[in-house]
């Protein structure tokens, strides 16, 4: 279009035409190629103007992708941190309650599987102040009084939830 409106120019200039009409003609041609050229520079700025924008907000979210990944990673490492170290645990407990498991008769070993696989995973209670840490239900005054009869090897359950008591000095005897 440039060209053309050049050409048109140059034409203009060299005086080969002389018909006042083809003059007005080409005058008339060259404004209007003057004018689209003008509306189409305002489209291609507008254009870089809306790819200006575009562009500010793919760093935008790129920067926000950016930062949620670093925040999943590092959530992750601290997951993969904490998986080790209760697998470390779990290692040990087992080693010590295989050491314990040895030591403990095979008939109350066997009663306390059995109540720990009822009692969802707790088979033996605490007798703390005079309360069962099973079920925590504080045990009467008879039943206190059995316990404290008891001898110190005996095995005592609980009359609620059937765990085996396991005294201490705590207990509140
Ligand atoms: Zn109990």
């Known amino acids: 279009m440039r060209q053309r409106a050049a050409r048109d120019q140059q034409r203009l200039d060299s005086g080969a035409v002389t018909s006042p009409k083809d ?12 004018k689209r050229q003008g509306d189409l520079e305002d489209v291609v700025l507008e254009i870089m103007e809306r790819r200006e924008s575009a ?3 793919v760093a935008e979210l790129t920067g926000r992708v950016t930062s949620v990944q670093s925040k999943t990673d590092d959530a992750m490492a601290r997951r993969d941190a904490a998986t080790e170290s209760l697998d470390s ?13 040895a030591s ?17 995973g707790v088979g033996a209670a605490r007798l703390y102040q005079r309360r069962c840490e099973g079920c925590r239900l504080e045990l009467n005054i008879t039943e206190v009084n059995e316990v404290k009869a008891a001898a110190r090897d005996a ?3 609980c009359e609620n939830c059937r765990r085996i008591l396991v005294r201490t000095s705590e207990s509140g005897l």
């Open 89 to 101: 645990e779990i290692a040990t407990a087992t080693k010590e309650r295989e050491v314990i498991a």
């Open 104 to 120: 403990v008769p095979a008939d109350l070993l066997k009663l306390y599987d059995k109540l720990r696989a009822q009692q969802g």
């Open 155 to 157: 095995v005592l359950r």
């Open 55 to 57: 562009q500010e907000r």
């Open 23 to 34: 003059l007005e003609n080409l005058q008339h041609e060259i404004a209007s190629l003057a």
